[in-house]
């Protein structure tokens, strides 16, 4: 089932985002490659450039770095569309090589499309929209589950989104703290609002990453928290996991030589290859919380585990006593944690040095 954490496996979308290029051809590639590389979910982004911006909207710096061409924000975008006959056969597409597909979006007038058309079951709102009211006020968490990015942003400005999206004040942000003040409510969305922690340049250097924010916000706001990667480490994603992230978003493209705004800090899919199978690696080696005594452990406790025996040679009647008692590895035995049990006790029999005191 979609975003179920009742596992320890976390859940791994494969950004597509704007590496298509425009080309539903390369888009079903990316969504092949999202497929080998053995990703829980493939994810574009649904926009209309002229509902995203105004004509004279500059680039990013990251944009600009990337394009290297004088050109305008919105003239960009354009390049970058594809339309709704496109994403729903890209849907199909995606269903018929058994991988979840569901997209970003940027605007409240395209949001019908993806939940009555599209009919996807997840949104996810990038980092750019957390303070984008008109479509935060649109969406439905009764109807699907929410994943929103905070890049770029503070507790405070992610306490007013979530509000706005539950459609109630169910936390409030006060002396730098975040209080859940609607129990009740809150029970509700635990399970159909999920946070990612991300930091919006892209590439992210590492001494931005500031990974340590995952535990911050799983610990103020009690939901489910994941990682939007922008760096360009296997690392980050793996110390994201360990530091308790649930899902893992990163950026892939079919190659970094490809033109356009995100290829160049995008993974190949070798790449993300290799960072899914170390996620799954982690994974294992995380296990779970309980403290138990492993399953190959129980060969070795007989033979590393000491006994009860006697320290030097004990006399029947003789009384046992810290001084000729001691614990050493042997075949079997009673463990040396009930040596009170023995203490004061007269031996019934002779034992020799060594010997097991039963």
Avoid: W
């Avoid at 399970?191 to 590492?206: G, I, N, R, T």
């Avoid at 916000?217 to 994201?240: E, W």
């Avoid at 296990?287 to 009860?308: H, L, P």
């Amino acid at each position: 089932m979609i975003l179920n954490f009742n596992n320890q496996r976390s859940y791994i979308i494969a950004e597509a985002g704007v590496n298509h290029n425009g080309s539903l051809m390369i888009a079903k590639k990316l969504i092949d490659k999202a497929k080998y590389c053995n990703a829980d979910a493939i994810k574009f982004q649904f926009f209309k450039a002229d509902k995203i911006s105004t004509k004279d909207a500059k680039l990013a710096p990251y944009q600009k770095k990337n394009i290297k061409r004088k050109i305008s924000q919105n003239s960009l975008l354009k390049q970058l569309e594809l339309n709704e006959k496109d994403f729903l056969l890209l849907k199909k597409y995606a269903k018929k090589k058994k991988i979840d597909f569901f997209l970003s979006i940027f605007d409240e007038d395209n949001l019908d499309f993806i939940t009555n058309k599209l009919k996807n079951k997840i949104i996810k709102i990038p980092s750019g929209e957390i303070t984008n009211f008109f479509l935060l006020r649109k969406i439905n968490y009764k109807k699907n589950k929410i994943i929103l990015s905070t890049g770029m942003s503070n507790l405070e400005e992610i306490c007013k989104a979530l509000n706005i999206i539950c459609k109630d004040n169910i936390f409030l942000f006060k002396d730098n703290n975040v209080n859940i003040i609607k129990k009740k409510k809150y029970q509700k969305i635990k399970d159909k609002v999920f946070l990612l922690h991300c930091v919006s340049d892209y590439p992210a250097q590492e001494k931005y990453l500031n990974l340590n924010c995952i535990s911050t916000l799983k610990k103020k706001f009690g939901l489910k928290i994941g990682f939007s990667d922008h760096s360009r480490n296997i690392m980050s994603s793996i110390v994201a996991i360990a530091k308790g992230a649930k899902i893992i978003e990163k950026h892939f493209t079919l190659s970094k030589k490809m033109k356009g705004p995100d290829h160049s800090s995008s993974f190949t899919p070798g790449e993300l290859k290799l960072l899914i199978n170390e996620i799954r690696n982690t994974e294992i080696m995380l296990g779970t919380e309980e403290k138990k005594i492993q399953k190959c452990e129980k060969f070795n406790v007989s033979s590393v585990r000491k006994s009860i025996v006697a320290k030097k040679k004990i006399n029947i009647g003789e009384r046992f006593t810290l001084k000729n008692l001691t614990a050493k590895r042997t075949l079997k035995g009673i463990s040396p944690m009930n040596t009170y049990k023995f203490l004061n006790q007269k031996a019934k029999k002779n034992y020799q040095k060594d010997q097991i005191i039963l």
